[in-house]
């Protein structure tokens, strides 16, 4: 564990001891939020303290038979499906423009194309607040899914450009010089080798989708209340656990998300030859 | 003539080449367009619009016309004369009528505090008033239209365009002889948010440095099998919702929360600590969600840099930590300038865990711009904070571009 070269004098040792202690601890304080939340949602009473009197899946059953918690998923799944859709579309093609050589201005065209992740969402939620508010898309579902779809695109063209880096174009050329027409191409040579990024980055864009608060804040009404949406009046007013329980849910969502992801990377790097 | 054979060959290659080239770079940009012009739509034009808005000023322009024509004669000496209140009148026995003289004294209380019921007093006395002389009426109706700085802020307020809510996101406005200057001390406000929004931003920056670079190190410098199981407590953090850790964050930073708790329960401390609503709450909470951004940067440039440069300076005869100082560490730079940009980037724009980790005095410039949206109701104050904030933004990243280059950004 402490992986240390013969060499090392003592101090040394104790140094590297000290190390890891200070690691465990950041460790601890990375998970352990996360982790204390989980049982409060099988708490019997309504409280947020250890220990807990009992356990009861009144939380869970409260989730699932209240309107409002099931309204809310039900919006935040029709947005988040679409928006991730678009922007896979979007931002797979991009991807690919982008990774073409010598393409002009890539630098430029590739910060543009990224930047709504990087402005501030209250700018982006304010001014289309606005701007939708003049073509009337406030408060409908599609505007709220062509938000969410610009806010979303970037992570596609990230994950999908880090698959195109190293990928050899000149298996693509090997596909047309043998007579495969370009789409023949793309189907059977291009799309296999992107798709794990492809993935990722629907996963990625999903996410992000399915946990955005401020733009909906300002453009949805009541009737287009998406899941965070009303976690956060929840909190905001009076915190009931079965936010505790919504939050589980999502936390074991997100594992699930963090597992694809990371055998889809392993794979995509074997494809591509890269050792790790 | 077998030479300019060859010649023609030649050129007409290098011509179907360029050709082929020209056409490969056409079909590039025809793949990036949709996306392209998806953004410029639906986030480039919002974010113009909110720009304009910082510096659109209808509200007078608009409502006074008559008022404004005439004013432009007035020299601003001394008080105007008969015609500007006759115009005056006119023009706010149409707003009575359009129901706008609400938006006329609000727009002209930013300028001149109390402005908002004299105004709406004056709309109702206008309706009244058959002929002149109005001059006197008004005076008459309150000591306010009788003073000269009412109606240069009625002159200023008037032109279509408007620097004042820029200047007033600095906490600078227009002297009434039409200097820049500062606003009155008990109303500023916004220099200070500028400046708490960098203080969190900073400090959030630096601790996820403090406790991010060590556990980089640890996981880069351990076995695969095991590193890969501990990056999985990293990314675990990062894979979960904002709302969702924020949610954590607040349940367990309650007064009867977990941490509490377990002070109490230690006895190391007598009575409930204030966690929840405060400056700490705030910045371990931004702190836990910014952390992984910053780690994960310095984390893969640590995994390129190979053992051997420690273990040469070491046979050389440096000690450990002088190995580590002047060997290791300097190779490490670029993965901490690319992780601690993104974060303090990141930390410029948070609103949603301010507003529900902190306390009224922790909130950060994002919050006042959607409180001046959707409370406020001031359009034009918003955007232009907005304004200023977009600007910060915008120039770390482009120095971000520049010393890191966006396509370097890696997720997970």
Known sequence: MLNLPPYASPLERLWRVALILLCAMV????????????????????????????????????????????????????IAISATALSMVLGTLAALGL?????????????????????????????????????GLNNTYFGIILAHTALATPFVVITVTATLIGFDQSLNRAGASLGAPPLTVFRKITL??????????????????????????????????????QMFSGIREQISPTITAAATMLVLTAAAMLVTVELLRRRSERLRGIRS | MSVTTFDLVQSSLKARLRRAERMQRLRAGLLVLPL????????LVPIVILMTRAVDNPEIADNLPRTIEALAEWDGTDLPGEPVFAAF???????????NTGLVGKRLNYEISGARSKS????????????????????????????????SAIKRAGSPTTSFYLLKAVDLQWS?????????????????????????????????????????YILATLPPRHSNILLIFVLLPFWTSLLVRTTAWVVVLQTEG???????????????????????????????????????????????????????????????????????????????????????????????????????????????????????????????????????????????????????????
């Open chain 1, 27 to 78: 460790l601890l304080y990375l998970i352990s939020p996360i982790i204390a939340i989980m049982p409060l949602s099988f708490n019997s009473e309504p409280y947020f303290t250890y220990p807990m009197p009992g356990l009861s899946m009144r939380w869970y059953e409260d989730f699932f038979t209240d309107p409002r918690w099931l309204d809310a998923l039900k919006s935040s799944l029709i």
């Open chain 1, 99 to 135: 990774a073409k050589a010598n393409f002009p201005y890539r630098a430029w065209v590739m910060a543009f194309l990224i930047s709504p992740m990087i402005v501030p969402v209250v700018i982006t939620a304010v001014g289309m607040y606005f701007f939708f508010a003049n073509l």
């Open chain 1, 192 to 229: 296999p080798l992107i798709l794990p990024g492809m993935i990722s980055g629907a996963l990625f864009a999903f996410i992000t989708s399915f946990d955005e608060v401020v733009v909906v804040l300002f453009i949805a009404s009541p009737d287009q209340r998406t899941l965070p949406r």
């Open chain 2, 36 to 43: 392209f012009l998806f953004v410029l739509l639906v986030f």
């Open chain 2, 89 to 99: 009148a006119e023009d706010l026995r149409e707003t009575q009528k359009t129901k």
């Open chain 2, 120 to 151: 709406l007093q004056a709309g109702r006395a206008a309706e009244k008033m058959e002929s002149g002389p109005y001059k006197e009426a008004f005076l008459a109706l309150d000591p306010l239209w009788g003073k000269t700085e009412t109606w």
């Open chain 2, 176 to 216: 009434p002889a039409g200097e820049i200057e500062q606003v009155p001390p008990d109303q500023r406000l916004f220099v200070d948010i500028f400046i708490r929004t960098l203080g969190i931003s900073t400090l959030v920056t630096l601790a996820t440095l403090l406790l991010g670079f060590p556990l980089a």
């Open chain 2, 258 to 412: 977990p941490i509490n708790n377990l002070l109490l329960w230690l006895g190391l401390t007598d009575e409930p600590l204030q966690l929840i609503f405060s400056r700490f709450g705030t910045v371990v909470a931004m702190t836990h969600i910014q952390l992984p951004f910053t780690l994960l940067p310095i984390y893969s440039v640590m995994k390129t840099i190979s053992p051997s440069y420690v273990r040469a300076a070491r046979s050389l005869g440096a000690g450990p930590f002088r190995a580590f100082w002047t060997v290791y560490f300097p190779q490490t730079v670029p993965g901490i300038a690319a992780g601690c940009l993104l974060t303090f980037i990141l930390c410029l724009g948070y609103y949603i865990t301010p507003a529900l980790v902190g306390g009224p005095s922790d909130q950060m410039i994002s919050y006042f711009v959607a409180l001046y949206t959707n409370r406020e109701l001031n359009w034009g104050q918003a955007s232009a904070l907005g304004a200023v904030l977009l600007c910060a933004t915008l120039i770390l990243y482009a120095v971000y571009n520049r010393l890191v280059g966006i396509d370097k950004m890696k997720l997970g």
